[in-house]
């Protein structure tokens, strides 16, 4: 079981230990219905038709919210990054999951990512800013710069500001920095 928890990213060995730990003296029922909610959620949870963000219904959330489609796009890498910009309760305006960053050295290219699902969104629907949320590296860079180019013929393409440490990832980083990078982002001309 240490072993298996030490699989999960962010878990190391003395936390796997202590989670272990606390599953064992957990009551059966208990652990049949962590079991049960983990293989329930494997099952159940996919991805969004419009934004791919993790849902269990055809369409998440935020994409059935008539209030969020005010013409403003979100790109972001993974859910993981979502999830953290929704923290910030700053952003009131529609996702779309990359699955990804281009990564030629990872053989991760735009083919493999979400890409052309965004560009007929952004033909599509009515946006009046996407805003690229990307990890400020250099692949986030790469990609940011791919999606520019790609995008600015149908839309205003701005880039959140440079709040957040180079190489970091958005799901780590606090609210307030995060709220801060979405409110200094700039258009990419």
């Not at 796997?16 to 957990?26: E, F, P, S, T, V």
């Not at 995008?151 to 500001?161: C, E, G, H, M, N």
Request: proline share 5%.
């Amino acid at each position: 079981m240490i072993d298996q928890f030490e699989r999960l990213p962010g878990i190391g060995p003395r936390t796997a230990q202590r989670l272990a730990l606390h599953l064992l003296r957990q009551p059966e029922e208990q652990i049949h219905a962590f079991a049960d909610a983990l293989l329930a959620a494997r099952s159940q949870v996919g991805q969004c038709k419009r934004c791919f963000h993790l849902s269990a219904e055809p369409l998440c959330e935020i994409c059935l919210n008539e209030t969020r489609r005010n013409g403003q796009l979100c790109v972001v890498a993974d859910s993981r990054d979502l999830l953290a910009l929704e923290r910030t309760r700053e952003f009131k305006g529609s996702y779309h999951v990359l699955g990804g960053l281009i990564s030629p050295m990872d053989g991760v290219g735009p083919d493999l990512l979400h890409v052309q699902s965004l560009v007929q969104r952004v033909d599509s629907e009515e946006i009046s800013e996407v805003i690229l949320a990307l990890t400020p590296s250099v692949e986030g860079d790469t990609t940011s710069l791919y999606l520019a180019r790609l995008l600015r013929p149908f839309s205003p393409v701005s880039r959140i500001a440079y709040g957040l440490p180079v190489g970091s990832e958005l799901e780590y980083a606090d609210e307030v920095t995060l709220a801060r990078a979405l409110e200094g982002r700039r258009r990419m001309d």
